[in-house]
């Protein structure tokens, strides 16, 4: 048997025995790309939720002592980690069990933060003292998804979840950005 003639059944076998090796690796990059690209956008949300909470923390200020009629409407940009929420189930399995408590919190925190931003939306016109405490609460949650989003973001692959309570989660928080801690005792 002539090499030639040998040759495309040596590569039709060659292909068969490689391809599953060649779609493991495909799939590893694309996994590897959307975990980067997911870390990505909570760094640049988390921005965001910096300049977001300097914005909610003025409007308790401005809402305080004011009466109950009183109209005031001034909201930060909406944290809206779109890759995450599209993502998670794909990449989810390949963090760390503390990042995937991390990234199930921030998803968590983050349906809290706008189930209450649209109850301030939809009625600063007619409760000032009600939107006040919907802010303040708003704000607590921000702190804190503020703080994971800072520690996943300096502690990277070695990120641990931290061993103190949300309270002392919110006043680092509150200290580091020089916002008045909200609900303060």
Not at 30 to 57: A, F, G, H, M
Not at 136 to 163: A, H, I
Request: charged share 30%.
């Amino acid at each position: 048997m002539n090499f030639k003639e040998f040759l495309p059944f040596l590569t039709f076998f060659l292909g068969i025995l490689f391809t599953g090796h060649v779609e493991s690796r495909k799939e590893m990059a694309r996994i590897y790309s959307l975990k980067k690209n997911v870390l990505l956008e909570l760094d640049d949300e988390l921005t965001t939720l910096e300049r977001s909470i300097k914005v909610t923390s003025d409007s308790i200020k401005y809402r305080k002592k004011k009466p109950s009629d009183y109209q005031h409407l001034s909201l930060g940009k909406r944290f809206n980690p779109i890759l995450l929420e599209n993502n998670i189930n794909d990449i989810y399995s390949h963090f760390n069990r503390d990042t995937r408590i991390a990234l199930k919190n921030c998803l968590l925190l983050t349906s809290q933060i706008k189930e209450k931003y649209d109850y301030v939306y939809d009625n600063w016109r007619t409760d000032n003292i009600q939107c006040r405490a919907k802010e303040e609460s708003m704000l607590f949650s921000m702190l804190s998804l503020y703080y994971l989003l800072n520690q996943l973001k300096n502690e990277g692959d070695r990120f641990t979840l931290p061993q103190i309570s949300n309270d002392e989660i919110v006043d680092r928080a509150a200290e580091a950005l020089q916002v008045p801690r909200p609900f303060k005792k």
